[in-house]
């Protein structure tokens, strides 16, 4: 037997924590216990994967797993823009907006193909994010479009969810009465640290400042009742670093440790578009030092079992995942919508997706064809497919920038207190000894 390629282990004073990639379980236990020899903890190793046959071929197994649970995946997702504009022009933000409203012919379209796929039968899953622009200058479609939907999962028996990715200027009470019938629980918001700081780089079109109305819209949310999740993002980029203590305990301050609000950190990337050229980024990746920081706080933070998980891959190489424009225009991803090799079919207003399979085959083919990425440890998470954009543009394999982190994130799932299989193996050693 000899131990997977998979397994990180991670050591403290008092306990070791092994987290297998593969299987996303994870074993914390005393460091008085020689695990690896210990004939109790045999059989729970093997089963789960930490140890493994010595002629085991694990990653021919891994990519055969992969590409089996594609093929029989059953969730149909679709990423909808019911607007291209915004209220916003955030300074490093790539979007042109040259297109406004979704054209009902568009809308039309989409509830066809809609209904004809759920009745298809291939799907038990059905999940929407709503994405823009700014999603919610287009609410009326996207209030159309919910109520179609939930109807026909209803009609189908298919389970929906939704999510939406905003700025949160325009979530009032109103809309967020609206956005509850729509069954939209799982909200993406970014502030970017405190008012001062936010107001520099988000900006509405004229210039002024956006952070007094987007607290106090999230005031409004944390004030209700209802049951959501609101992803915290905040882009770090040197501009704003110095301000980032400030700005967890401000968030800290307001929600309350109310876990419904969570953290989360993102790196400013050169995301393509003429505003690249004077966004300073960070040299160091900032987001598993700040995860760490306010996870020690206490403070709810986006899970670092988000980041590590079996199967983590971008949708853009989900071959059941298309983003659908105002125009109808279909893409795989939501970075690059100005990039002709991601504008990869048209909706007809009969409800077809013609789909161009050489361009789709680019989004879809590439991370399991890369033998490089067979041999990598992290490969049952990411299968060379966490960004076919970064792929495409450079060549190479687009490693997610926290691959050297593996120890610090699973230490920050301890710390998160993710519950390691520890109790039911301490109990069967202690009566073994
Ligand atoms: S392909 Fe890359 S840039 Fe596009 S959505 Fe996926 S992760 Fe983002
Ligand atoms: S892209 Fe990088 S991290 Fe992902 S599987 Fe390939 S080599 Fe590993």
């Not at 325009?170 to 967020?176: A, D, G, R, V």
């Not at 993406?188 to 700081?197: A, L, R, S």
């Not at 970064?390 to 050297?404: L, V």
């Not at 120890?407 to 009566?431: A, C, M, N, P, Y």
Request: net charge neutral; aromatic share 10%.
């Amino acid at each position: 037997m000899k131990r997977s390629r998979y397994v990180v282990k991670v050591k403290s004073e008092e306990n070791h924590i092994l987290y297998n990639i593969r299987t996303g379980r994870g074993l914390k236990y005393s460091k008085s216990i020689k695990v690896w020899d210990h004939p109790s903890l045999q059989s729970y190793l093997v089963k789960n994967k930490f140890l493994i046959q010595d002629n085991e071929r694990e990653d021919e197994e891994v990519l055969e797993n992969y590409k089996m649970k594609r093929m029989q995946n059953r969730t149909l997702h679709l990423i909808i823009l019911p607007h291209e504009n915004c209220n916003f022009r955030c300074v490093y933000c790539y979007e042109k907006f040259e297109r406004n409203k979704m054209l009902p012919e568009v809308e039309q379209g989409l509830k066809k193909y809609i209904a004809q796929e759920l009745a298809s039968g291939r799907y038990k899953h059905f999940t929407v994010s709503w994405f823009g622009g700014e999603p919610l200058l287009g609410i009326d479609v996207m209030e159309r479009l919910s109520a179609f939907i939930i109807q026909q999962c209803e009609k189908y028996d298919v389970h929906y969810s939704a999510g939406i990715t905003t700025n949160g200027y325009l979530i009032t009470k109103k809309n967020l009465e609206k956005l509850d019938k729509m069954k939209v629980y799982n909200y993406q918001v970014t502030i970017d640290g405190v008012k001062e700081v936010h107001d520099q780089q988000r900006i509405q079109k004229d210039g002024s400042g956006t952070y007094d109305t987007i607290l106090k819209n999230l005031i409004t949310m944390k004030n209700s009742n209802k049951k959501f999740r609101v992803l915290l993002r905040m882009n770090v980029s040197p501009d704003n670093y110095q301000e980032v203590e400030a700005h967890i305990k401000k968030m800290e301050d307001t929600f309350e440790k109310d876990s419904r609000f969570e953290l989360y950190f993102h790196n400013i990337g050169h995301w393509g578009g003429e505003n690249d050229d004077h966004v300073e980024i960070c040299k160091e990746n900032m987001m598993v030092k700040l995860l760490q920081q306010s996870s020690q706080k206490k403070i709810p933070t986006m899970s670092a079992k988000a980041l590590i998980k079996p199967d983590n891959v971008c949708y853009a190489a989900d071959p059941k995942s298309f983003v659908i424009g105002t125009d109808g225009t279909v893409y795989k991803c939501t970075v690059a919508l100005y990039d002709e090799r991601n504008q990869v079919g048209q909706l007809t207003e009969a409800g077809n997706i013609n789909l161009d399979q050489s361009k789709f085959a680019l989004w879809v083919d590439q991370g399991i064809a890369d033998k490089r990425c067979g041999s990598c440890y992290l490969a049952p998470s990411c299968h060379g497919d966490s960004c076919p954009l970064i792929r495409m543009q450079t060549g190479s394999q687009p490693c997610p920038d926290f691959k050297n982190d593996m120890s610090k994130l699973v230490e920050i799932l301890d710390i998160q207190g993710h519950r390691f299989d520890e109790v039911k193996l301490k109990q069967e050693v202690t009566s073994d000894a």
